[in-house]
């Protein structure tokens, strides 16, 4: 009988608890799962959050795995402490609340939404926003989250570019890949999304180089990753025109200090982290699969490459 130790903000305990018995319930394993389950040379699976108590996973002498429960692995990747395979979280419901996401703050931009609301005022002029067919998207990062967010847009008629660190095939979206993908993929843009993992390859991507090769008054949108962005570059090509609108959803430190001029500029968005979150009951069923590869010797899903960093 395998135990599965959820190591996770004790918060999260009562949200998985049901759907994840149920799920093992499900795929006939018996096993003993709870937030303290005594001795860890005992535990064969964990289910992780980076926020939990468990830091040192040596004492872990017969963990199978560790299945972490959120997509962002950055603070996992560098633990010395881990050895097993790592798993991140690839759920349904997080991508659809990202699609919600995006395509949301897309259509704001886009259809100006934010000058339709100011202009309440009795006056009659009429402003006819373009079609998305004229409006070029480009999304950086074309995984689970960066592709199914592409997609969506695609099917909304927006002309979007992909760009991966790979050659990918995403159905309906040009997609680029180095050498020189990613100065094209900038330069079509009047849309950018963020959707890269935070690696010491992507940290501080878009810098004032790299903002600059935007299409002049282009929005960003950063669900991704705070440190994806050097923040005193966003700044200034906020004030200079360069970037008309930065909607940011992540950031450097969080919550974001009160005094972080991104609270105050007129031209920038914040959002607490909420573009989107693992739900717990989609979530707990892609737990249990990998419990049920691993206790039937299959590879394990959604497993994390520790050199690459995601
Ligand atoms: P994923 O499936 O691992 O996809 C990552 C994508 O980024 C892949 O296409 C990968 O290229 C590309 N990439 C990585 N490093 C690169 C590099 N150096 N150059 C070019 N491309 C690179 O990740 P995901 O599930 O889509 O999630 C993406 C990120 O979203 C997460 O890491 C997390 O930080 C963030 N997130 C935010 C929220 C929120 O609420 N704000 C929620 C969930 C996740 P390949 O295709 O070639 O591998």
């Not at 090509?237 to 450097?252: C, P």
């Amino acid at each position: 009988m395998p135990k599965i130790l959820f190591a996770a903000e004790p918060a999260l305990w009562p949200k998985y608890e049901g759907h994840l018995f149920h799920w093992l319930s499900e795929a006939g394993i018996a096993a003993e799962l709870a937030p303290d389950l005594g001795p860890p040379e005992e535990i064969d699976y964990i289910v992780y959050s980076p926020g939990s108590d468990v830091q040192d996973f040596t004492p872990y002498t017969r963990l199978k795995a560790v299945l972490n429960l959120w997509a962002g692995v950055e603070n996992v990747t560098g633990n010395e402490t881990l050895k097993v395979p790592l798993a991140r979280m690839v759920d349904g419901g997080l991508t659809e609340g990202m699609v919600e996401w995006v395509v949301g703050h897309v259509l704001r931009h886009h259809l100006d939404i934010d000058h339709v609301l100011a202009h309440q005022d009795g006056r009659w002029v009429p402003k006819v926003p373009p079609l998305a067919r004229h409006r070029p998207v480009t999304v950086l990062g074309l995984g689970a989250l960066g592709a199914a967010c592409a997609q969506a847009l695609a099917a909304l008629n927006f002309p979007v570019t992909g760009w991966s660190r790979s050659a990918r095939e995403v159905a309906g979206v040009t997609c680029l890949s180095d050498p020189g993908g990613l100065e094209q993929a900038l330069a079509r843009a009047e849309i950018l999304v963020l959707l890269l993992p935070l690696t010491p390859g992507t940290e501080s991507l878009l810098n004032a180089a790299h903002l600059d090769q935007l299409h002049p008054g282009a929005i960003l949108l950063n669900p991704g990753r705070g440190a994806l962005i050097d923040d005193d570059a966003l700044l200034a090509a906020l004030d200079s025109g360069q970037i008309a609108h930065a909607t940011l959803d992540t950031f450097r430190t969080e919550p974001l200090p009160p005094e972080h001029p991104f609270w105050t500029h007129p031209r920038v968005t914040v959002t607490p982290h909420i573009a989107s979150a693992t739900r717990a009951e989609t979530a707990a069923q892609v737990v249990v699969e990998n419990i049920r590869r691993g206790e039937a010797g299959l590879p394990f899903l959604h497993l994390v490459d520790r050199d690459r960093g995601y």
